[in-house]
C-alpha cells in the first residue's frame, strides 16, 4: 500500500496551494474556519481518484488539478456539515468546525467551500479544458452534490426507525458516500476526453469502491484504534446510525442481545459499559464479520470493473486496484 499511500501525499501537495489561495479571499474567521478542516488531513482519496481516473484516460494531470481541488472542496463542505446535523465534536483527531467557531461559521464555511468549489472547476478553462467538458464535468458535480444530500437525508430518516433492511442502507450509502467516488471518476474521464465506455467502467468501479469504503468506516466505528481514527469510537451507535452491522444484528439476536443493542442505539448519554454490550451483541451475532464478507465483495467488484479498461496508464490503473484494497484493510 505504501505507492498509493505516498500518491495521495503527492496528490494533496499539488493540491493545497491553490485551495490556499481560493480559501483566503474572504475575511476572517471566515478565511480560518474554512481552511480548518482541509488543513487537519485527510486521506484525499476523491482528488486522487479523479487524477488517476486522468492519468487512465491519457489526461494531462497538471491541467486537471482545479477539478481534484474542487471535488475535495465539496467533500470538506459536506463534513462541516454532517459534523453539525450529527453533533460530532471531533475529526481527523481534532475538534470540529462548530466546537471552534460554532455553528452559525461553520455553517458559512460549509457554504463558501460549495461554493469555491465551483469556482475551482472553473479555472478548468483557464488550464486549456474545452468548454464542453467543464460544462459537463460541473454537471456531474452538481449532480454528486444534490445525492449526497439525498442520502443525508435518509441518513438522517433511518436513525428514527427501528427498521432498515440492507438494501435501504445500500441506497443510503451510495448516494452519501459513492456518489463523490463516482464524481471524481468521472470527472476525471470527462476532462481526459476518455471513451464513454471506459467513462462507465470508472462510474461502475467508483460505486463499488464507495459502498466497500462506507461499509469499512461502519466496521471502524465499532472496532479501531480511537486516536487512528480520528473521531470518537462508538458515535455511530450513540447517533443511532443505522449501518450495515446494526442491520444485520437487529435481524439475527435474540430477543435478550436485541434489546441490549436498541437500548444503546441512538441513547446520546451512553455509557461506555452500555455501548461496548452493543458492541458485544454485534460480535455475538456474527455482524462485523458480515460486514467484512461485503465490503470485501464491493472492493473484488469494484476491481473487476478495472480489468475491462483500455488504460493509457497501467501504473495508474495498478493504483486504482491497490487502492480498492485499501479502503478495506485500513485502520483509518
Known sequence: MKRILDYCRKVNDMIIPLIEDLLSQCPEPLASASKYLILAGGKRLRPTLLLLA??????????????????????????????????????????TVHKIWGEPMAILAGDYLFSKAYEALLKLVENGIDYGSVVEATRVLTWAASTVA??????????????????????????????????????????????????????????????????????????????????????????GKKTIIVIHALSKANAEDREILLSALGKRDATIRELASAVEVLRRTGSIDYARRKATYYAKNAISKLNKIKSHDEEALEMLRELALFVVEREF
Open 54 to 95: 486522468v492519468r487512465v484516460s491519457g489526461g494531462d494531470v497538471e491541467k486537471a488539478i482545479p477539478a481534484a481541488v474542487s471535488i475535495e472542496l465539496l467533500h470538506n463542505f459536506t463534513l462541516i456539515h454532517d459534523d453539525v446535523m450529527d453533533r460530532d465534536e471531533m475529526r481527523r483527531g481534532v475538534p
Open 150 to 239: 439525498e442520502g443525508q437525508s435518509f441518513d438522517i430518516e433511518f436513525q428514527e426507525r427501528d427498521e432498515v433492511d440492507e438494501r435501504e442502507y445500500i441506497e443510503l450509502v451510495w448516494r452519501k458516500t459513492a456518489a463523490l467516488f463516482i464524481a471524481s471518476l468521472k470527472i476525471g474521464g470527462i476532462v481526459s476526453k476518455a471513451s464513454s465506455e471506459t467513462i462507465s467502467l470508472l462510474e461502475e468501479y467508483g460505486y463499488n469502491m464507495g459502498i466497500a469504503f462506507q461499509i469499512y468506516d461502519d466496521i471502524l466505528g465499532v472496532i479501531a484504534d480511537e486516536k487512528k481514527l480520528g473521531k470518537p469510537l462508538y458515535s455511530d451507535i450513540r447517533e
